[in-house]
């Protein structure tokens, strides 16, 4: 019986997205900048969207389902940034600066 | 299998460059200190993910993958950094409590990816028997204008609000 090939091992594709999560959690909680932070979060995203991937090509009866769910994903992923980028827009012009540190009052 | 026998392995050298590509531009993008470099780390990051995707037959996510993130998502992230001037502060506060927290975001995220990682390693992935569809462009194109056309239109309008939206928000107080 020889080996099974690389890439038709689903446990490397779920060790990878694990690993992405995990950087972007690990990103979301030392970053100390808006934008750093968003990076971190744009990972976890794409964690997300290996591991539906790496499901729909090695458990689901109808591979499209997968593809168009991840394609949604990414255009609300692209959403979320433009929305996210101009609030971090508006904030540094309300305090010249986006570290958390910095931000610590509301309705200024 | 094949004919020429080293093309398989040929194939797994590709996949684990595509692989540590995804994993190398994630730790860039989370732990450099100037945040340029960050979305540099977040570009090569989606590429290698691309080469994931084309391995795991989609071909056409791989390119939407390129298109949107690296064409799309890390331009608009550089636009921010180039009129917010993001950079991490310079570490200024060497404490005790900063390393101790840092060892401790360190420790919960080996104990998450341990919790993820174990089950799917450990688990009978045989295929499905039957597949309905080939997962080819055509067929996902078919779905998207018929199973999925409500969600199709749905999505079209969120990014049309969030485009109006992130335009209003980012002008208000621009006159001050």
Not at chain 1, 61 to 89: K, N, R, Y
Not at chain 2, 125 to 133: C, E, F, G, S, V
Request: with cysteine; hydrophobic share 55%; charged share 15%.
């Amino acid at each position: 019986m020889t080996p099974t090939p690389l890439p038709d091992r689903p446990d490397l594709y779920f060790a990878i997205a694990a690993l992405l999560l995990v950087i972007g959690i690990f990103g979301l909680l030392r970053r100390r900048t808006l934008i750093g932070m968003l990076i971190s979060g744009e990972l976890i995203f794409s964690g997300a969207s290996l591991n539906l991937m790496a499901f729909n090509r090695f458990k689901a009866p109808d591979p499209t389902v997968g593809q168009i769910f991840v394609l949604f994903l990414m255009g609300l992923a692209a959403a979320e940034i433009a929305i996210a980028l101009s609030i971090i827009i508006a904030v540094y012009r309300n305090y010249r600066s986006v570290k958390t540190k910095e931000l610590s009052e509301l309705k200024g | 299998m094949s004919t020429f026998p080293a093309s398989q392995m040929i194939v797994g050298g590709v996949f684990l460059l595509c692989a540590a590509t995804t994993v190398a531009g994630a730790l860039i993008a989370a732990l450099t200190a100037r945040i340029i470099r960050s979305v540099c780390g977040l570009a090569i990051c989606c590429i290698g993910l691309a080469g994931l995707y084309y391995f795991l037959q989609s071909p056409f996510l791989a390119l939407m993958e390129i298109l949107i993130y690296v064409g799309a998502v890390c331009v608009t992230i550089v636009f921010a950094v180039m009129l917010a001037e993001p950079d991490e502060p310079v570490k200024e506060d060497k404490r005790a409590s900063t390393i101790l927290w840092g060892g401790f975001a360190f420790l919960v995220c080996v104990a998450i990816f341990w919790g993820l990682w174990q089950p799917g390693a450990h688990h009978d992935w045989t295929p499905p028997a039957t597949r309905i569809t080939d997962g080819s462009v055509a067929a996902i194109g078919k779905s998207l204008l018929t199973t999925y056309s409500l969600a199709f239109e749905l999505i079209s309008l969120a990014l049309l609000i969030a485009i109006i939206g992130a335009l209003a928000i980012a002008r208000t107080g621009r006159t001050k």
